[in-house]
């Protein structure tokens, strides 16, 4: 029987298991986390990785307040009995998520934190009715739960709740915080990052520092923030990111795991564009698929069993890194983002260690960011050629195509916004008065200046025509039908009652770029691009256009010299 209840959406384990919904095992990470001491585990992973639901599902094992046995039955980890015995059920639990802390200035950003361990107490207000809390505590917790409390209380508030829990159930408690570094990330984005910085310090500095009253903690979060920005002078403290050994089966799906849930759910012919569009990650030596998309992409084909792939990323999360690192005029990273749109990869320096307000500081920051946000990934050691060798360097490529549309319309979105700052005239008066030569100079120029993607393919040449001609000041088409075809673009004055049409080639050799023009307005003739515009309009002007590379031809065909 196919499986057909994914869970889609759904970051609460308990809510997931309860409802019967296909969940692919990470269980281990309970496992693998409890046999290494620390007292505090930070756990970095890119965005869409499944970290929340891998913190909630770690938040039931443990918790003394319940009875997780049934939602752990015929899981990995009930198989060990004496790790069970030892820690299931056996512990109390605070569990906090900080992914929804973001505002546009920092008041009503601090009003959502407060809001959030407002609601921490609430869930833990038991502890106001224990006959074993001190006093003094129950009418700070009662402060915080009634929004009550200053700005150092709910600094405070972790270890407050952290002692309070440790004296209601005779045990440290487990403190587990979901994405940590959110709340700066936003408030970096919205202009007030000092301000939440001291907040988030202030919350995680003095729960996870010298707190007797601590079991142990684990957070986790996108990026590896610097230690001294937060975590200064924490004990025991170890951190794993995508570049570490541990934990890289627990984030993300594995091949083998992938195939099995196409054969689950009757979709194992897709396997390979499964494999093309989500696959490629590598958390230290495994190659992981993107959970989320895998997931989309799935219950997409239970709707439509003939859809393609598609970028599922896009609508989860913002791409301005991307841009901002275009945009940076004084950074030489052409070059380097042709290479990987083609295919290759970068050598480049990554610092994992970052701080929100000095990421876009230098270009090693804004490629460690790409890196570890899961923009790009690394390659294996056997991939890189000897003479690329070299200490100190990670060497990244694009993972897969769903990241690679990210890459190429970016691109596109900068070059039409940078195109449309700059003065057209020079073009227009070109192209209306026929003057080819000048046509070809001028494209080139502009083409020069762009980021080739495609591998200089024909839709490339089709996006920078079309990003080109976008608020000319004409009426412009681009790729819509006209007589027997769709001309590549067609621009019209209607005043002047005149029309250009351009048709676009992309050859292979420089040498081939003459014929390819001729081929072009060939093109124009036999397809009648410029038929319907003989009622009307006195000039018509057809240009055929070739590109190759970087390199641009143009020649002119007057559509009312014809014989």
Known sequence: MLIDNLP??????????????????????????????????????????????????????????????????????????????????KWPVLFLSLKDIEDLDFADAYAQLADTISDLCMEHSYLAASDKVDADDKKRFTALKERQAGKPAVKNSLFLLTRMMRKHFGKP??????????????????????????????????????NHFLKFAVVTG?????????????NNFISNSITGDRYNRCFGFTESEVLRLLSDTGFSDHAEEMKEWYDGYRFGEEEVYCPWDVLSYVSDLRKNPSKRPENYWKNTSHNDIVRSFIDRTDLAVTDKFETLLAGGYVKVKICEDLTYDLLHSSEENLWSILYLTGYLTSIRSEQV????????????????????????????????????????????????????????????????????????????????????????????????????????????????????????????????????????????NLQKYAEEFLDGYQTLICYGAAFYKKQCMVKKFDYTQKS
């Open 385 to 524: 050629t000897s003479e690329d060798g070299e200490d100190g360097q990670t060497y990244l490529k694009i993972p897969n195509n769903e990241v690679k549309t990210i890459f190429s319309d970016t691109v596109v979105e900068w070059f039409r916004a940078k195109v449309t700052m700059m003065d057209r005239k020079p073009l227009m008066d070109a192209l209306w008065s026929g003057d080819a030569e000048k046509v070809t100079k001028l494209l080139s120029d502009l083409l020069f200046m762009t980021i080739s993607y495609h591998n200089y393919k024909e839709d490339f040449y089709h996006a920078f025509l079309a990003g080109i001609f976008v608020g000319v000041g004409y009426p412009t088409e681009t790729d819509k039908e006209h007589g027997d075809g769709r001309p590549d673009v067609v621009v019209k004055d209607k005043n002047n009652r005149r029309v250009i049409i351009i048709e676009a080639k992309y050859t292979k050799s420089k040498s081939g770029m003459d014929r390819s023009c001729k081929e072009a307005i060939s093109q124009i």
């Open 222 to 234: 996108c990026l590896r923030i610097a230690k001294e920005s937060i975590f200064t002078s924490t």
């Open 8 to 89: 889609l959406g759904i970051e609460n384990f308990e809510e997931l298991r309860t409802a019967g919904c296909y969940y692919i095992d990470k269980t281990r990470l309970i496992e693998e986390l409890l046999q290494q001491p620390f007292k505090v585990n930070q756990i970095t992973r890119p965005r869409r990785f499944g970290k929340t639901l891998v913190m909630s599902m770690l938040a039931e094992f443990p918790d003394i307040r319940k009875d997780s046995s049934a939602i752990f039955e015929g899981l990995e980890i009930s198989g060990n009995k004496e790790l069970c015995s030892t820690w299931q059920n």
């Open 173 to 210: 408690a487990i403190l587990l915080i979901d994405e940590y570094d959110v709340p700066l990330a936003k408030a970096k984005e919205h202009g007030h990052y000092n301000e939440m910085l001291n907040c988030i310090r202030g919350l995680l500095g003095k729960s996870l520092k010298t």
